[in-house]
């Protein structure tokens, strides 16, 4: 196929790029921390560790995995915290042990978490010991189950005072951390301090060593393990790298990670910056406006990254506005679509777009992005990043012609090689051509961008007519009284399905029949919604902060706080 995009590359990025420097993310860590050694690598609630502090500190950990708990090369290991110090270290730790990261979300239910340690086969877990209890209640359902338990507390990698208090307050002062009981359970500090002691194995890796089970519901709500390579992830590693060199700089940068390691994007992007020798600073709790503001302020942050509602609620914050962005080079944003009116707010507040980009778990995660070169929000997700090849493809399999519409798909080496024991659910997201079907409607325009409509699961049909929700929320949430928005389908007798938008009011005078003029003015007839539905409380999101409007379909009636109001078809 032709490869149109790279006629509009911005000078200076390549077509291909060297997918061979780095054998894994270990020699990409060990380089870093070999050039960088003693810049800071990584700050967190006030607290920072160096490069070389990082190396050792993974370095030791790695070891006692290996010596200690007696684990091999290509045991699943898993973490399950929010963004800490830690974090990295053990993340670090598990990939120089030549074992295999299974990242596991701190709010997970019991359930939830029972599945992904079986399906994983993981043979222990870092836990913050604020969720141990979940842990336990695992171990007590599956008695058989042989699990290596390390915990941790908040403060663990903070100077020694400052631990201290941290740890207190956090479970005696804020009482956030649950009764739990584990036999067995080493704690993190002391595992470091074994394995200080201890030799560590080199284990030699290649790319096609697996680097991360990582899971993702994907299509049909079962949690499934994307296996990602070392060699998916180095080529990402090396198609970002290519996609910034232009504007950032080996050791300059101080980048913001308001979002959880655990997922794909934050992970990939922490990964990023550490092979360029970032300062990178994790945010535990950003939904903690004043504390995360008080981080912005601190550091003169040259790069950050988060998702269209996470901007919108800077942006809402006063406080916001005495935040001093003067260095900001780079707003990436991704995971859920950027709504114009919130990459517009942006620009203004900081002189900075929104560079919009586009990925998938299953792509380690990125794969589309928009230049950094752009002067404004383009309402689109960008062009392939250097060795990708990208297309849109029919139900049947069949490239469609420049701005048709139709499922997104894509090749490259950064593409997982499937899911983990799950041949019937890799089989059916790929074609035999091996283009990977993202279940993302979007087409192509003569320069090779993309743009996403919706998710193919997510569309509505109107009377034949094919409606999608992120136009529909795009334009209800241009109307200033209009704090959230979510736009589903709504059974219909008539037209099979007609357009519901549930809303949250930033102006409490706002009616519905201004909001429905607002949206006539700019949306065809039957993209007008037919159901307004008015909530007091906060749209339901995943924890990255994506709006889940599978919840939402299944919720029967509204709140008791909402209002709901039907309107009329016009003729």
């Not at 054998?23 to 921390?33: E, N």
């Not at 295999?100 to 222990?124: F, I, M, R, W």
């Not at 036999?183 to 060593?209: M, S, Y």
């Not at 998710?455 to 241009?478: H, T």
């Amino acid at each position: 196929m032709e490869r149109i995009w790279l006629n509009h590359y911005p000078p200076g990025i390549p077509a291909e790029v060297d997918l061979n420097e780095f054998a894994s993310l270990k020699d990409v860590l060990l380089r870093s921390c070999q050039r960088f050694g003693e810049l800071p690598a990584y700050s967190n609630m006030g607290a920072s560790i160096s490069y070389a502090e990082l190396d050792q500190s993974s370095r030791d950990f790695a070891a006692y995995l290996q010596k200690s708990l007696g684990l091999n090369r290509g045991d699943r290991v898993a973490i399950m915290m929010p963004n800490l110090l830690q974090y990295p270290v053990a993340l670090f730790g598990i990939l120089r042990a030549g074992m295999v990261v299974v990242n596991a979300n701190p709010q997970y239910t019991v359930p939830e978490l029972e599945h992904q340690l079986k399906d994983s086969g993981a043979v222990a877990i870092v836990v913050l010991e604020n969720f141990a209890h979940t842990v336990q209640e695992v171990l007590e359902r599956n008695l058989t189950l042989s699990l290596a338990v390390i915990t941790t507390e908040v403060g663990d990698m903070f100077p020694i005072v400052k631990e201290i208090l941290t740890n207190v307050a956090v479970k005696y002062v804020k009482h956030m951390v649950p009764k739990w009981k584990i036999t067995g359970a080493v704690e993190f500090n002391a595992a470091l301090r074994i394995g200080h002691g201890q030799d560590l194995d080199d284990v030699p890796l290649t790319h096609e060593d697996t680097a991360f089970l990582q899971y993702t519901g994907g299509t049909t709500g079962v949690a499934k393990g994307a296996v990602l390579t070392h060699g998916n992830m180095v080529a990402n590693l090396q198609q970002v790298g290519a996609w910034i060199a232009h504007d950032l700089l080996d050791g300059k940068e101080v980048f913001i990670c308001p979002l959880p390691l655990y997922h794909v994007y934050a992970l990939n992007s922490s990964l990023v910056f550490m092979k360029i020798g970032a300062h990178n600073v994790l945010i535990t709790n950003p939904r903690d406006m004043p504390a995360f503001i008080h981080d912005l302020k601190k550091y003169r942050f040259t790069v950050i990254i988060g998702v269209n509602t996470l901007y919108r609620a800077l942006l809402d914050d006063p406080a916001f506005a005495q935040v001093d962005t003067s260095g900001l080079k780079v707003a990436n944003a991704g995971g859920m679509a950027v709504q114009r009116v919130v990459a517009q707010r942006w620009k203004k507040a900081t002189g900075v777009p929104i560079i919009e980009a586009y990925g998938l778990t299953e792509t380690s995660p990125g794969a589309i992005c928009n230049p950094l070169n752009i002067e404004d929000w383009t309402g689109t997700i960008g062009m392939p990043f250097p060795s990708t090849e990208a297309t849109v493809l029919d139900d049947d399999g069949h490239q469609l012609a420049l701005g048709e519409v139709g499922e997104i798909c894509m090749r490259g080496p950064q593409v997982m090689s499937g899911y983990w024991c799950r041949p019937d659910e890799t089989i059916k997201v790929f074609t035999p051509e091996h283009w990977l079907r993202t279940g993302d409607m979007g087409f192509m325009d003569e320069r090779g961008y993309f743009t996403i409509t919706d998710r193919k699961k997510d569309m509505i049909i109107v009377s034949g007519f094919k409606v999608f929700p992120n136009q529909i929320e795009d334009v209800v949430a241009l109307h200033p009284g209009v704090a959230e928005v979510a736009a589903i389908g709504a059974p219909d007798e008539r037209s099979g399905e007609l357009v519901k938008i549930i809303v949250v009011k930033q102006d409490p005078a706002l009616t519905e029949e201004a909001l429905l003029e607002h949206c006539r003015q700019h949306l065809t007839g039957y993209k007008v919604p037919k159901i307004v539905e008015f909530s007091s409380e906060p749209l339901p999101k995943t924890n990255l902060g994506k709006i889940l409007r599978r919840q939402l379909r299944n919720r029967p009636t509204p709140t008791a706080t909402a209002t709901r109001s039907t309107v009329s078809k016009p003729a």
